[in-house]
């Protein structure tokens, strides 16, 4: 029985609705809310429709689903405004990209005499089905987030490279500690955690004139997601 998890995690998605918050929307008492995530009762038909208007969810999702699947590695979810900022790419199509556009983004840093630099990246979706089907490959983006103190950044053999530059831009996001220790479970739990977030509080995802999603790189890792 997934319900009273289910429940609780809604809660914890709609800004920690306590519940008594929720006990008074429903017109019901906190004890009975309690009893529901205890699994002890289980509401009535009516009351799970409401339930699922409050969340935007269905009655699968909220009876049969295990919509909790991201475990303590993942907190501080947020809506924050992310300054501009400018940015060089690199992608790589293979079946490990994400090492090799991290480096090269890495060293073209350290040519520019930055040592520490600031690394995003996304999945680049242009990618063949024989590429993916036959050869096992998919895309990755890596970018340097370029410091204010950098104006004219070039490549490793010097060469002059343009900047992409994005406007301040509201963003959904997530935390995630300790990401690649079990990557292929954390990570999409992860994004699935932020876009429940989303549609339960209805933050709208944009992909135009932005990016439209990126992670942080390092030992911890933020997700963003562009919203309205």
Known sequence: MNFGKNLQYLRRLSGNMTQEQLAEKLNV???TVSKWELDAAQPEITKAVELCKLFSCTLD?????????????????????????????????????????????RKIAAANGVENPKVIGWDFPFVSQEQINVHHMHGYTAAWVLPESITAPTGCEGEPLEPTEQKAHRYAAIHIENPFINPFATIPNAYRTLMDYMRING?????????????????????????K
């Open 29 to 31: 008492s906190r004890q």
């Open 61 to 105: 999702d909220l009876f049969r689903s295990e919509l909790d699947v991201c475990d303590n590695a993942c907190s501080n979810l947020r809506v924050e405004l992310v300054p501009a900022f400018r940015y060089i790419a690199h992608t790589v199509i293979s079946t490990a990209p994400e090492s090799d556009a991290i480096d090269r983004v």
């Open 203 to 227: 933050l709208e995802h944009v992909e135009n004139d932005v990016l439209p999603c990126y992670e942080t790189d390092g030992d911890t890792m933020d997700i963003y997601i562009a919203c």
